[in-house]
């Protein structure tokens, strides 16, 4: 990585989803996950949006608008939760009811590729 880099979050499982308006450029946000134990319940995180993506051989680092940056795992594709898929779900039906459109995306997507070009300089 070219940077130190501080870990804001390092969710159980994790999706991008491509969040289109229909009037602008879209934007991509990661949607992370946690499975609860006994004591605590599974819970589920929305970042501020991608800004950048850097890569190491085990994780992606994705950097939000915000400063956070999410650690996930490349093995760890996926939502992992039913309640995380419900919160998802559910997300993008009340999206498409106000004209937006959110799609998680394929795992195989080229994340550096697709999010390192809007990249502000």
Same mark, same amino acid.
């Given at each position: 990585m070219s940077k130190e880099i501080n /870990? %804001?979050?390092t969710p159980d499982k +994790? @999706?991008? @989803? *491509?969040?289109d308006?229909?009037?602008? =450029?879209?934007? $991509?946000? @990661?949607?992370?996950? +946690?499975?609860?134990? $006994?004591?605590?319940?599974?819970? +589920? *995180?929305v970042n501020s949006g991608i800004k950048s993506v850097? %890569?190491?051989d085990d994780y992606y680092y994705f950097i939000g608008y915000s400063g956070s940056c999410y650690k996930c795992s490349k093995k760890? $594709?996926?939502i992992g939760t039913s309640y995380g898929e419900e919160v998802l779900h559910s997300m993008i039906e009340n999206? %498409? *009811? /106000?004209?937006i459109t959110m799609s998680i995306l394929s795992e195989d =997507?080229? +994340?550096?590729?697709?999010?390192?070009?809007?990249?502000d300089e």
């Open positions: /870990i %804001s979050e +994790w @999706v991008v @989803v *491509k969040v308006n229909n009037t602008d =450029t879209p934007f $991509y946000k @990661v949607f992370a996950t +946690w499975e609860g134990g $006994y004591l605590n319940g599974d819970r +589920w *995180k850097e %890569s190491d760890r $594709y996926g999206a %498409s *009811k /106000i004209n =997507t080229e +994340w550096k590729e697709l999010l390192n070009q809007n990249k």
